[in-house]
């Protein structure tokens, strides 16, 4: 290790005493220089201690190797499970991914534009944070960058969308609580963070309408993404209040019933489908954890697998493509239900 440090290609070159060009070959394709060759750079490499500049070394070429990923808020779960299939495809397909979260603000989404338009990414997948987005900004990106939108749509924008059927996961959660029970009260927030949460109501006041049933729309207080205090704050002010008209709880997504249970153990108040239980809960987003709730939560899930595959597939179609699609693609994949002790 380390006669000295090395800090760019020109100077790992003189000190290693191999060509520039036959560097440049190794790290684009160490299987494209002779054995003996390799050998001699390998060994440089761990005397020198030597890394490249990834992205250095991709800025010289026509197209990069990067791909930029953007999505809202990285802490939460459904993201994270998200991009952890598209980070570990993009890796497998020798691109370099980075992660970019926008921490739900429009000034941090617009300058993570900006980053990655520095680093001239092969393409980019983008899960923008919908009503809240520069939309003119998004559009000025998407004509200059390859640009897939997941997870929340903005019309017109980027060359594909994959996401889920919004209307899926209502009408699934609102026709098994129906049928099985009283019908369900929607529990949001008053100003929700998350792009599909208006999607979701009015799928639940569509699907509501078309059973011939009354809707209860109840919007809580709480803004960010913070969803689980969220929920239990909203809950146990409603609990104490007495204050739902209905004893089914069907909430917007998996994070805010978390919460929500969370209330009603605090209160004493019994979950579940059996004659003893007070209320009935049930969600949607199929939250990795939803499972592990007390009682276990029944929601509808995202097709996890699907979505992250088909994103990363139409991506590499797309670069493959030079960038453009003849027209703009769009898909939604369904719901599944989930059934579980809540409800």
């Not at 495809?89 to 989404?109: K, M, N, V, Y």
């Not at 969308?161 to 927030?189: H, I, K």
């Not at 049933?213 to 007495?242: A, K, S, T, Y």
């Not at 007390?294 to 991506?315: G, I, K, M, Q, R």
Request: proline share 5%; charged share 25%.
């Amino acid at each position: 290790m380390g006669d000295r440090k090395v800090k760019n290609m020109e100077e790992f070159a003189a000190v290693s005493g191999i060509s520039r060009p036959t560097i440049s070959k190794y790290f684009n394709d160490p299987e494209s220089v002779r054995t003996s060759t390799r050998e001699r750079i390998e060994a440089a490499l761990e005397r020198f201690d030597y890394r490249p500049n990834i992205y250095a070394m991709n800025q010289n070429r026509r197209m990069t190797k990067n791909i930029g990923i953007v999505v809202p808020y990285l802490a939460d779960p459904f993201f994270a499970e998200i991009v952890r299939v598209i980070e570990r495809r993009c890796i497998d397909a020798g691109f370099a991914p980075t992660l970019f979260g926008s921490h739900g603000e429009q000034e941090r989404e617009n300058d993570i534009l900006n980053s990655l338009r520095s680093l001239k990414p092969a393409g980019v997948l983008l899960a923008p944070l919908g009503r809240q987005s520069d939309k003119s900004a998004i559009e000025a990106f998407c004509k200059e960058v390859p640009t897939v939108l997941f997870d929340s749509n903005i019309e017109g924008m980027g060359e594909a969308f994959v996401g889920s059927d919004n209307y899926s996961f209502v009408s699934q959660t609102v026709e098994y609580l129906s049928r099985t029970g009283e019908p369900p009260c929607f529990f949001e927030m008053r100003y929700p963070a998350n792009p599909n949460a208006n999607k979701r109501r009015e799928a639940y006041l569509s699907m509501m309408q078309r059973l011939q049933l009354e809707p209860h729309v109840i919007r809580i207080e709480g803004q960010g993404w913070g969803f689980e205090e969220i929920g239990r704050q909203g809950g146990l002010e409603l609990l104490e209040n007495r204050a739902l008209p209905v004893n089914t709880v069907l909430c917007s997504n998996d994070r805010l019933a978390i919460g929500f249970l969370s209330a009603c153990y605090e209160l004493g108040v019994k979950v579940g489908r059996g004659e003893d239980c007070d209320l009935r809960v049930a969600s949607h987003d199929g939250h990795p954890f939803s499972r592990f709730t007390c009682p276990s939560l029944t929601t509808a899930s995202h097709d996890y697998a699907a979505v992250s595959e088909h994103v990363v597939n139409t991506l590499f179609r797309l670069i493959e493509n030079g960038g453009r699609f003849e027209q703009r693609e769009e898909i939604r994949f369904p719901a599944r239900l989930i059934m579980r002790d809540s409800a």
